[in-house]
């Protein structure tokens, strides 16, 4: 697998807008749930409504990943 820095998984935060409320989402921790497991990843999200981006190669790779390993268990 490759590793990948925050930057290449989130982006470089430029233009990144609730589409709700209007303003710049922020990079904050976000917890997901799946198959029981319980586990935290920083994305963009929100301030406001805590609507959260995940961006392409973030749900097509790592969580893909994650998923894959859980459901194998």
Avoid at 17 to 41: D, M, Q, R, T, W
Avoid at 50 to 63: C, D, F, I
């Amino acid at each position: 697998m490759v590793k990948m820095n925050d930057e290449e998984k989130l982006g470089n935060g430029q233009d990144i807008i609730c589409a709700k409320c209007n303003i710049s989402l922020e990079v904050s921790p976000v917890k997901f749930n799946y198959v029981g497991v319980a586990f935290s990843v920083s994305l963009f999200n929100c301030p406001i409504c805590g609507l959260t981006y995940v961006p392409a190669v973030l749900a097509r790779g790592s969580m893909l990943d994650v998923q894959r390993a859980l459901e194998d268990k």
